[in-house]
């Protein structure tokens, strides 16, 4: 009851005409840098922080979270429409969601994501504001050998379920530790793989990564085909004149959106990255299931042809994951996605901390900020689902101009964030990489989740070491570390044997005579 009080008071303040001001330029701002890829809900919220100072903090902070979630549906828009995702958390939606808006459903699409994101960002802020102190107690079981396990699980995880190939995902995954391992080591003070050259003493900022592999390196790909694809923008339009979701459509992605959430909620409680390895998880558990029932003629298999469970669960599981991560900031002082780092430091530079003591100490900001993240959400569904059709004509543009512009916003978001010209000429190699990665089936996402994972994992495994004086027995101690392995192992061995059914079931199809089916 003290909990739903203090709600109600967050709500007083966060109602206001100022704040809610605030909420809807953060909301619309971050739709629309969403939608341009480099200029992500975290550069976003990078850029507004000089401009915020002048505001009271409860007010900067409703803006901050504003942008926050506008970005995510942002993000979603671009993979949707242009199959160019603004963050690397939209990719999974891309790929089902742009197959739907080739067969003349991108309203449909939109609108799926419009109302995941809303699903997932009410639930995740709900179960913040009233079961906080639980979140914080779980947060705080994990030492340095559970977050080493668990960024053994995220890799492993999203290798196997974003490839259909395990060799190709692992090269994807080898690719990305190499370049989180450029840079200073922070224990030792040794150069790894600089080349000698300075400006890579601090690393690969990773807005340069995720620009580079998948803005440009879609770019790239795109102009390679050009001549040998057929504009699809009017498929894409043809249909597009009510978002809205129709009976059937609904029925199939309530179940979705449900599953998604079961993904999100528990990720954004845990330094596991954002939200890239939930929405994998979500779309690769909604891809079986629809195996699943293909198999027993419960219902067809769209999936690779644009299933709208494959944009419902993804889209769920990134808000979701969303509004625990902002329980974890408040809580913790934990920053889990790039966003939250930033607004950590945003937090500190109004001379704050976040964790146990913010609820005490600055309580008023505190339930005002969860307050907003209701009000936000509610502002983005009336705000985007009725102009999906809008967002769709993007794609009248032709594609030389419209591709053309999103090398300049990417270029110009790369340099904006550190004004470095070797940022521009690593975006230019990562470019290259990303087009080729396409060019030969490598997916792009294990190398995003090791780039951010990889320095987590490798100084949480050090910390362990140093705990256990050395001894690798360490990182196996504990309960949790032991239920994540037997979990690593058992995914493993299902991942196995599935593949093993699947190529023999291929072999009988291949020997079976013409006019029969095999068993």
């Known amino acids: 009851m003290a909990t739903l009080d203090l709600l109600m008071g967050g709500f007083a303040a966060a109602l206001t005409p100022a704040n809610l001001l ?16 480099g200029l992500g809900s975290a550069m976003a919220v990078a850029l507004l922080l000089p401009v915020t100072f002048k505001l009271d903090p409860t007010g900067a902070f409703i803006m901050f979270t504003a942008v926050y979630y506008g970005g995510l549906f942002g993000d979603s828009t671009t993979s949707i429409l242009m199959n160019t995702p603004g963050n690397s958390s939209a990719i999974a939606t891309a790929i089902e969601g742009h197959k739907m808006a080739l067969k003349g459903r ?8 419009a109302i995941g994101a809303f699903i997932g ?13 639980v979140i914080i107690d779980i947060a705080l079981r994990f030492g340095p050998a559970e977050y080493f396990a668990l960024a053994v699980f995220a890799f492993l995880a999203t290798s196997a379920v974003v490839s259909q190939s395990m060799v190709r995902g692992l090269i994807a995954l080898s690719i990305g530790l190499t370049v989180a391992m450029v840079g200073i080591d922070t224990q030792s003070g040794a150069a790894r793989f600089t080349l000698g050259v300075p400006s890579l003493y601090e690393g690969v900022s990773i807005v340069t990564v995720t620009v580079g592999l998948l803005a440009l390196g879609e770019v790239l790909h795109v102009a390679s085909r050009i001549h040998r694809s057929t504009d699809q923008s009017r498929e894409v339009l043809r249909g597009t ?20 959430l079961g993904f999100g909620l528990p990720f954004g409680a845990i330094p596991a990255g954002g939200s890239e390895i939930p929405t994998f998880l979500a779309y690769g558990s909604e891809r079986k299931l629809a195996k699943m029932r293909a198999r027993r003629g419960k219902g067809p298999d769209e999936f690779g042809e644009g299933a709208i469970e494959g944009v419902a669960a993804p889209e769920s599981a990134a808000s979701a994951t969303a509004g625990t991560a902002m329980g974890t900031l408040l809580g913790l002082g934990l920053p889990t996605s790039a966003t939250a780092a930033i607004m950590l430091a945003a937090f500190q530079q109004y001379g704050m901390q976040p964790g146990p003591l913010l609820f005490e100490r600055n309580g008023d900001l505190v339930w005002a900020l969860l307050a907003s993240l209701f009000i936000g959400s509610v ?3 009336v705000l985007n689902l009725p102009f999906a059709p809008l967002w769709a004509k993007l794609l009248l543009i ?17 340099y904006a964030a550190a004004y470095s010209m070797a940022d521009l000429w690593l975006l230019i190699l990562l470019g290259l990489l990303g087009f080729m990665m396409r060019r030969y089936e490598i997916p792009v996402a294990p190398v995003l989740i090791a780039v951010i994972l990889g320095p987590l994992a490798e100084t949480e495994l050090r910390r ?17 570390t032991l239920g994540i392995y037997t979990v690593i192992l058992l995914a493993v061995a299902f991942v196995g044997v599935a593949r093993a059914r699947s190529r023999t079931r291929a072999r009988k199809e291949e020997t079976a005579p013409s006019g029969t089916v095999p068993r």
């Open 464 to 480: 362990a070491l140093a705990v256990g004086q050395g001894d690798v027995g360490v990182l196996f101690a504990g309960p949790i």
């Open 398 to 414: 032709p594609k030389r101009y419209l591709y053309a512009g999103i090398t300049v916003f990417a270029v110009l978001g790369v």
């Open 379 to 381: 502002m983005l569904l």
């Open 22 to 37: 605030w909420a809807l330029i953060g909301v619309t701002l971050g739709t629309a840098v969403g939608v341009l890829p």
């Open 241 to 260: 004149g009510t978002p809205w979701l129709s009976l059937a459509d609904l029925r199939r992605a309530l179940p979705a959106w449900l599953r998604g």
């Open 106 to 113: 991108a309203s449909q699409a939109l609108a799926t994501s």
């Open 121 to 133: 960002a009410v639930t995740s802020t709900a179960i913040v504001a009233f079961f906080s102190g």
